[in-house]
Every structure is written in structure tokens, then in C-alpha cells.
């Protein structure tokens, strides 16, 4: 079983840390990134899920000391329950990275994935939906976008299982701004070569820049049972390129919509306590975040 997972947060960061810890020689990331073997309630929204024991330990190289993998589903509870004691009855030993963002504008930005068409959504949504209509309820805890950025109920259930060292938040303004310095103390916390470095590192992936909203033709097309199986059925890296090409046609540029002021205020007002209590967890300000 891997010993390593970077649990979250979604739109933080995690697809660019996956693949700079790949790159240490110590390290082997799992082929597939979010396989969400751990997510053992799969949510209405969840595309994709290695369920095969044998299929989830194949992801990972053989020889290296490290074996990790990176899904954002394992910190969205209550929405996704369970995962840390799924994780803890695996691999008691894991160490645990944590990437943290501003909580509203992680949403904004999750809110913007969504109505893209790149999130696997179960029917076809109009690009110009205002996003309160699609965050829905505040109050609901178990709501899929609210519920992501209450981070230390999130750290809360792993501390049920799991003792405190074994856990390492990672401000993602940090890994963008100061990438060396943070990546040698991720690699410190985990145990490897703090010194190593690759220039690939420099690279920042998956960004905005990189993004368009898919066709409706591709979300319909997505949902075709039959194609979607051949294509999970693919290896790992044949799997990517065919759905990276199919995007990249099926791509139109768009103007994703902003948060209003009104649910902006009431977000700032939600999450401010979750905040004062990472902070004082973690004794860092996190200066640069709206709250």
C-alpha cells in the first residue's frame, strides 16, 4: 500500500505537487492521479474510481521507498465520508500532505471547474448559471463545494486516526512563490533527499490559462456508457493523452462568472472561524488570503 497521499484540497495545487514529487527518485506517484481507491461511498458526482485492489497497487512503480498518490475526494466530509480511517486501516504508518488555499476563491474556482463541463457532472449545465444557484444551500455541511474549504474539519478527522505529526499543510501561495523552499521541506517531511531538485519543478501545471469550457458535445459524449468503459479500460498514460486530445477539440474559450458580493460576504463570514483555527494550528498567518 502507498505510504504517502496528498489529501487536498481540490483547485489548491495538487495536480502540480503530484507531479514534482514524482520526479524525486525516492518518490513513485501513482500512474493515475486521483485514483480514490480510499472513497469507499463514491459520491453522485465522482467520474472515476480504481475499486481494484490489485489494479490501484499496479499505479505504482516497484523499488522506490515512497509510494503516494494524490486525491482531493479524501478531504470532503462530510459530503465523502470515511476516508482517514479507510487510509489508517491500510497504512497506519502515511504521511499526510494537506495543500490550502484562500477557501472562497478555492470555491470560485471549483464553481468554475464545474460549470466548464471538466467535472464529469451527471447532465449538461448552462454556462451562464450564477454560481449561488449552483453552490445551493450554505448551511447544508454535507454541500460539495462549502464543505471542501472547512479545513480544519477536514484535519479534524484525520487527527481521529492518525497523530499530528503525520500531517503537513501546505499554503499553495507558498509552493507557487516560494516552490524550492517549500518542496525541500515537503521533501524533509516526508523522508527523502531534501536537497534534491529538477527543473521541471518550475513548471506550474493545469493552470487557467490552460483551460476552456468543454463543448456540450463532450459532456454528452462523456456519458456514452460504452465509450466512457473502453476509455477507463485504457492504460494509464494511453487513458490521458486520449482524453487530453478529445478536450483539447472539444474546447471553446469562455468567460467563467464571478462570485456576486452578497455570497462572496457570506462565505468570508462562514469560513472565518475555520480560519482563525487553521491558523492557530498551524502558527501560520496565511497573510495572503481575503480572510
Same mark, same amino acid.
Not at 480511517?85 to 484562500?102: G, H, K, T
Not at 471538466?118 to 449545465?125: D, N, Q, T, V
Not at 513548471?203 to 487557467?208: F, N, S, W
Given at each position: 500500500?502507498?505510504?504517502?497521499?496528498?489529501?487536498?484540497?481540490?483547485?489548491?495545487?495538487?495536480?502540480?505537487?503530484?507531479?514534482?514529487?514524482?520526479?524525486?527518485?525516492?518518490?513513485?506517484?501513482?500512474?493515475?492521479?486521483?485514483?480514490?481507491?480510499?472513497?469507499?461511498?463514491?459520491?453522485?458526482?465522482?467520474?472515476?474510481?480504481?475499486?481494484?485492489?490489485?489494479?490501484?497497487?499496479?499505479?505504482?512503480?516497484?523499488?522506490?521507498?515512497?509510494?503516494?498518490?494524490?486525491?482531493?475526494?479524501?478531504?470532503?466530509?462530510?459530503?465523502?465520508?470515511?476516508?482517514?480511517?479507510?487510509?489508517?486501516?491500510?497504512?497506519?504508518?502515511?504521511?499526510?500532505? !494537506? $495543500?490550502?488555499?484562500? @477557501?472562497?476563491?478555492? #470555491?470560485?474556482?471549483?464553481?468554475?471547474?464545474? +460549470?466548464?463541463? /471538466?467535472?464529469? %457532472?451527471?447532465?449538461?449545465?448552462?454556462?451562464?448559471?450564477?454560481?449561488?444557484?449552483?453552490?445551493?444551500?450554505?448551511?447544508?455541511?454535507?454541500?460539495?463545494?462549502?464543505?471542501?474549504?472547512?479545513?480544519?474539519?477536514?484535519?479534524?478527522? !484525520? $487527527?481521529?486516526?492518525? @497523530?499530528?505529526?503525520? #500531517?503537513?499543510?501546505?499554503?499553495?501561495?507558498? +509552493?507557487?512563490? /516560494?516552490?524550492? %523552499?517549500?518542496?525541500?521541506?515537503?521533501?524533509?517531511?516526508?523522508?527523502?533527499?531534501?536537497?534534491?531538485?529538477?527543473?521541471?519543478?518550475?513548471?506550474?501545471?493545469?493552470?487557467?490559462?490552460?483551460?476552456?469550457?468543454?463543448?456540450?458535445? !463532450?459532456?454528452?459524449?462523456?456519458?456514452?456508457?460504452? #465509450?466512457?468503459?473502453?476509455?477507463?479500460?485504457?492504460?494509464?498514460?494511453?487513458?490521458? %493523452?486520449?482524453?487530453?486530445?478529445?478536450?483539447?477539440?472539444?474546447?471553446?474559450?469562455?468567460?467563467?462568472?464571478?462570485?456576486?458580493?452578497?455570497?462572496?460576504?457570506?462565505?468570508?463570514?462562514?469560513?472565518?472561524?475555520?480560519?482563525?483555527?487553521?491558523?492557530?494550528?498551524?502558527?501560520?498567518?496565511?497573510?495572503?488570503?481575503?480572510?
Amino acid at each position: 500500500m502507498p505510504n504517502l497521499f496528498v489529501i487536498g484540497a481540490m483547485k489548491s495545487g495538487t495536480t502540480s505537487l503530484h507531479r514534482y514529487l514524482d520526479l524525486h527518485p525516492e518518490i513513485s506517484m501513482s500512474l493515475e492521479k486521483e485514483p480514490n481507491f480510499f472513497v469507499t461511498s463514491p459520491p453522485p458526482d465522482l467520474a472515476q474510481r480504481v475499486a481494484d485492489r490489485d489494479s490501484y497497487l499496479g499505479l505504482f512503480r516497484a523499488g522506490t521507498p515512497i509510494r503516494g498518490e494524490a486525491s482531493h475526494r479524501y478531504t470532503q466530509f462530510p459530503y465523502v465520508p470515511g476516508v482517514p480511517a479507510e487510509i489508517a486501516a491500510a497504512s497506519p504508518e502515511a504521511r499526510l500532505i !494537506y $495543500l490550502v488555499r484562500d @477557501p472562497v476563491t478555492r #470555491l470560485e474556482s471549483q464553481a468554475r471547474e464545474v +460549470l466548464s463541463g /471538466r467535472m464529469g %457532472e451527471a447532465k449538461y449545465l448552462p454556462p451562464d448559471m450564477p454560481v449561488s444557484e449552483l453552490v445551493g444551500d450554505l448551511d447544508d455541511p454535507a454541500n460539495r463545494f462549502v464543505c471542501l474549504g472547512r479545513y480544519m474539519t477536514q484535519i479534524r478527522q !484525520y $487527527l481521529e486516526h492518525f @497523530p499530528r505529526e503525520s #500531517l503537513l499543510v501546505v499554503d499553495s501561495d507558498r +509552493l507557487r512563490s /516560494r516552490r524550492r %523552499e517549500t518542496m525541500a521541506k515537503i521533501f524533509g517531511f516526508i523522508g527523502v533527499d531534501e536537497e534534491f531538485w529538477d527543473d521541471r519543478m518550475d513548471v506550474e501545471h493545469y493552470t487557467a490559462e490552460e483551460k476552456g469550457r468543454r463543448s456540450e458535445g !463532450y459532456v454528452r459524449l462523456s456519458e456514452v456508457g460504452l #465509450l466512457k468503459t473502453a476509455v477507463d479500460r485504457m492504460p494509464p498514460r494511453m487513458k490521458r %493523452e486520449v482524453v487530453r486530445l478529445a478536450r483539447s477539440g472539444m474546447s471553446k474559450p469562455w468567460t467563467p462568472p464571478q462570485l456576486d458580493d452578497d455570497l462572496r460576504f457570506r462565505l468570508e463570514c462562514l469560513y472565518r472561524p475555520e480560519v482563525e483555527d487553521l491558523r492557530e494550528f498551524t502558527g501560520r498567518n496565511f497573510a495572503g488570503w481575503s480572510i
